[in-house]
Every structure is written in structure tokens, then in C-alpha cells.
């Protein structure tokens, strides 16, 4: 189970400012993909959409692709929607990073129309790291744990001065 992140490629936007979904536009977004290593749009494993802004990259959204490629599955009509609810009026530059799954030979595991559990678990855990950075992160699904769960220093922590046991556990777990 080996996943590895690549650099986050710029979506194309409309005049309009939405998502620009043109074949033209399209075809030029996955050749750039390509360009970082032949075959990753193909591939499968998690993507985050994002926007970059002045001060950093922020998440909206974390996406699996497990039964079909990333070139198949990231701008579905439900996921564009979800993309353009969180650029709708923001300046910024729409991006996409994707993490695909390698086989033990250091080949990109290709879809087979069946989960991967390991796909999944990942997904859960990169929705609820990004839910620390945005709290309007997009995702609903599976999401009431991570934005209800209190463990100060480490997950959702209260705003304020934290308490020295609070200190030495974030030590303690390196965080």
C-alpha cells in the first residue's frame, strides 16, 4: 500500500470563472497531468481539489478514485459542482493533486472495478486532516466525526491557551 502525492496541477477556469470543462480546456488539463509522469491520469487513488490564494493552498475537497481512473472520475457533474460551490466569487487558482496508488513494483495500480479499502481509509483520513485547515471543506459524506471530535492539541482544538497536559501530549504524539 503506496501512495505518493504529485504536484498540484492547475484547473482550468471559464471567463465566467467557474470551471472551464471545454474538451479543449480538458484535453490541455490532462496533457499537463501527463507531463508529470506518463500514465498518472489513468491511474487511480485519492485526489484534493483546492484553491490558491494569497496566503497558501486551501482544500475543499478530497475525492477517491478506486473503480476508475482519475481522468474518468475527478470532474463528474456532482464533483464539478461541489468545485464551483468553492470558487464561486473567490479569487484564487482552482488545483488538483493527485495521490495515486502504486503496486509493490512501482507501477500505478490501474483500475479493476473493485474498492480498495486502503483507497478508502486514506481518503478518511486526508478528509479529516483538510478539515483542520478548511472547516467548509465540501465533503458531507462520512465527515460528522471529524467535524464534531474534540481532542485539544491534536484535533479540532478550541481556540485559546493550551493547558500544559495539552502541551506535553501534543509532544508526546509529535504534533
Not at 49 to 54: E, K, L, Q
Not at 68 to 78: A, D, Y
Not at 79 to 105: M, V, W
Request: aromatic share 10%; charged share 25%; net charge positive.
Amino acid at each position: 500500500m503506496r501512495f505518493f502525492p504529485y504536484r498540484s496541477v492547475e484547473v482550468p477556469r471559464a471567463s465566467n470563472g467557474l470551471i472551464d470543462r471545454c474538451k479543449e480546456s480538458m484535453q490541455e488539463f490532462w496533457e499537463s497531468v501527463e507531463e508529470l509522469e506518463e500514465g498518472l491520469s489513468d491511474a487511480i487513488g485519492i485526489y484534493i481539489f483546492s484553491v490558491r490564494a494569497g496566503k497558501g493552498n486551501l482544500p475543499w475537497y478530497v475525492g477517491k478514485a478506486e473503480k476508475r481512473g482519475f481522468r474518468k472520475e475527478c470532474f463528474e457533474h456532482h464533483k464539478l459542482t461541489h468545485y464551483n460551490d468553492c470558487i464561486a466569487g473567490r479569487k484564487g487558482t482552482p488545483l488538483l493533486t493527485l495521490i495515486p496508488k502504486f503496486t509493490q513494483s512501482d507501477y500505478f495500480v490501474q483500475p479493476n472495478g473493485k474498492p480498495h479499502g486502503d483507497i478508502s481509509a486514506l481518503e478518511k483520513m486526508l478528509i479529516g486532516t483538510c478539515i483542520q485547515k478548511n472547516k467548509y471543506l465540501a465533503n458531507i459524506r462520512d465527515t460528522k466525526l471529524q467535524r464534531s471530535l474534540v481532542v485539544p492539541g491534536y484535533f479540532n482544538t478550541p481556540q485559546g491557551g493550551l493547558a500544559q497536559s495539552v502541551r506535553e501530549f501534543k509532544h508526546l504524539i509529535g504534533v
